[in-house]
């Protein structure tokens, strides 16, 4: 393990899906602490992916110190132990200012390294993804049945589209011959090591998937296709894994022609919405996690009131 999660219990950490409205709530969160933000996005480590990711901009980052966004380039590769080892470095320096931490965003599986360390695992080995791939396409939902076979349990946990952690649920398999889920058994630490100030946004699901389909709109306007084409461009190439953020994928498959700006923008709002329901179940399983009801008319400065007074300090 790079890094004791313990380390990071004197943190505070603002989770939620896509969308859910945690940028506006962290500033004002940050500001009262007196704290400075690291970033709990797996896409937002990447320079030049900005538009998809949804980055606070510049001058939302001149509010607060912002930290882990643009840490690498999209041909790197970033594994979720190198993320803890860079966020236990960042809350030591920070803390060492005087000042919190407060970690912001909704990566599950970046929540779950920091409250409860990572399990790192075998090297990727691309051709067997590029192989498994394949299969998906060929025969749509054959992985999802393939992991359930030699992982029951991680496949009750993950959606049949979820292609990504179906794939490396397999690739731990075939190179380990043992389960992922069996050699992901951090259970949450004790309760004077744990973070204590850990807080998952909830809305509505109606209200979020409208909030959701209104960010993908907004991302069109700003430019995502552009931005993706100037990624394909870039030497190196993009890494698959950075490929695979929400919006990304489908933008290249609108480049290369294979379907038309109307069929992408509804299939990037379906994967969105269908992200944000997985991603409700991670902060559900986790019980460190405190959830923060937000109804459509809850004001950023009412949210951080409730937060404080939940966490035992004074607004």
């Not at 025969?139 to 179906?166: C, F, M, T, W, Y």
């Not at 937060?307 to 004074?314: F, P, V």
Request: charged share 25%; hydrophobic share 40%; glycine share 6%.
């Amino acid at each position: 393990m790079p890094c004791d999660p313990s380390i990071f219990r004197s943190c505070w950490i603002l989770a939620g899906p896509t969308a859910v409205g945690k940028t506006a709530l962290s500033l004002q969160l940050a500001q009262k602490l007196d704290a400075e933000i690291l970033s709990l996005d797996s896409m937002a480590i990447y320079r030049g992916m900005d538009i998809g990711t949804a980055k606070p901009n510049a001058e939302e980052q001149a509010l607060v110190p912002h930290h882990l966004i643009d840490i690498v380039d999209p041909h790197e590769t970033f594994s979720t132990a190198d993320y803890l080892e860079r966020a236990g470095d960042q809350v030591r320096e920070i803390e060492a200012r005087g000042k919190r931490a407060l970690f912001v965003g909704g990566t599950g599986l970046y929540l779950r390294s920091i409250l409860r360390g990572v399990f790192a695992g075998p090297d990727a080995d691309w051709e067997l993804r590029n192989q498994l791939a394949r299969q998906v396409q060929a025969e749509p939902g054959s992985l999802h049945r393939q992991l359930a076979e030699v992982d029951a349990e991680l496949a009750r946990k993950l959606h049949p589209n979820d292609e990504r952690r179906i794939i490396r649920g397999l690739e731990v398999f075939q190179l380990t011959g043992k389960p992922l889920s069996k050699q992901q058994l951090q259970g949450a630490l004790p309760p004077e090591q744990r973070a204590s100030r850990v807080f998952w946004l909830h809305r509505d699901r109606e209200d979020l998937y409208e909030r959701i389909n209104l960010r993908v709109d907004l991302m069109i306007e700003q430019g995502l296709m552009q931005e993706v084409k100037t990624l394909l461009t870039r030497q190196p190439p993009i890494s698959h894994t950075a490929l695979q953020g929400l919006g990304y994928k489908e933008a290249v498959d609108y480049l290369q022609g294979k379907q038309d700006l109307a069929a992408t923008i509804k299939e990037i709002k379906l994967r969105s919405r269908q992200f944000a329901k997985r991603q409700h179940t991670w902060f559900r399983n986790l019980e460190e996690c405190q959830e923060i009801p937000v109804e459509q008319m809850s004001s950023p400065g009412n949210l951080v009131e409730q937060i404080l007074k939940l966490s035992g300090e004074t607004p």
